[in-house]
């Protein structure tokens, strides 16, 4: 069964840094897009930033500068390295990918970590 995992989540004070992860596991052929969303409490789900299998990327405007997403094939993992962190980053960010399997392919979603940027 594939599923997805995210660390590195924490309460840090603002102007910090964070790095999450995200790995994939399960019988994995192939992982197309991967990418980071975060949900502030009372708000929707947003994309934060994106990268494809070639490792073109994209972010949202309120991250560009900031955060920089990468990924290791071999590993079947995303990162998302996250700078001079601000109060309004504070959210629980979640990984997305399309992976191809023995069940097809599909969007999976980890079950989100909590990244808290105190003032």
């Known amino acids: 069964q594939v599923q997805l995992v995210e660390s590195g989540g924490g309460l840090v004070q603002a102007g910090g840094s964070l790095r999450l992860s995200c790995a994939a596991s399960?019988?994995?052929?192939?992982?197309?897009?991967m990418g980071w969303y975060r949900q502030a409490p009372g708000k929707q789900r947003e994309l934060v930033a994106a990268?494809?299998?070639?490792?073109?990327?994209n972010y949202a405007d309120s991250v560009k500068g900031r955060f920089t997403i990468s990924r290791d094939n071999a590993k079947n993992t995303v990162y998302l390295q996250m700078n001079s962190l601000k109060p309004e980053d504070t959210a629980v960010y979640y990984c997305?990918?399309?992976?191809?399997?023995?069940?097809?392919?599909?969007?999976?979603w980890g079950k989100g970590t909590l990244v808290t940027v105190s003032s």
């Open positions: 997305n990918a399309f992976i191809n399997s023995a069940a097809g392919g599909r969007y999976y």
């Open positions: 399960g019988s994995i052929f192939s992982i197309n897009a």
């Open positions: 990268i494809t299998s070639g490792g073109s990327t």
